[in-house]
């Protein structure tokens, strides 16, 4: 994929296209989204459910393949879109680093989530650090990151 755009399907994304456009969308959403385009639409969602519908949908992701890519119960997945899950730094840091999520992203997904990171304990430092310096790193290469700091590393479902 060129230049870090996301080829999708059939349209061209309008700069004026609402969430609900995008989200409800039957024949495709667009022909490429830019990550700034993406992070834009992401603030602008409503819910952190609707930021990762929106996600996954742009990059063609079924729950059950997000599950899979991050270790994570398929029903997690659902509970986290669908609102019925709390939100931990933790739970988000594994979801966004292995599925992977730009950094960017993922601290706009904790802000959706209402997690402050402004004054993180060390542990949550930790996890930070991972959204900002681990993505695109596989499990074992977190785990491993984890244990040296003396954190339970991150269970596979």
Partial sequence: ????????????????????????????ICQCVSPYEELRIVTRTYTLGEAIKFILKIRN?????????????????T?????????TLRFLAQFCTLLPLEPY????????????????????FEYIKIIDTMYGKGIDDIND???????TPFNIA
């Avoid at 509970?79 to 939100?87: A, D, E, K």
């Fill in 79 to 87: 509970r986290l879109i669908n609102g019925g899950y709390r939100h």
């Fill in 105 to 124: 992203i993922s601290r706009a997904l904790a802000d959706k989530a209402g997690i402050s990171l402004t004054h993180p304990s060390q542990e949550d």
């Fill in 1 to 28: 994929m060129p230049c870090g755009f996301f080829i999708v399907k059939k349209r061209m994304l309008e700069p004026n296209l609402s969430k609900n456009n995008i989200l409800n969308s039957e024949n495709g």
């Fill in 145 to 151: 990151y984890l244990t040296s700091v003396g954190i």
């Fill in 61 to 77: 992701i079924q729950v059950q393949q997000a599950g899979w890519n991050t270790g994570l119960a398929v029903s997690q997945v």
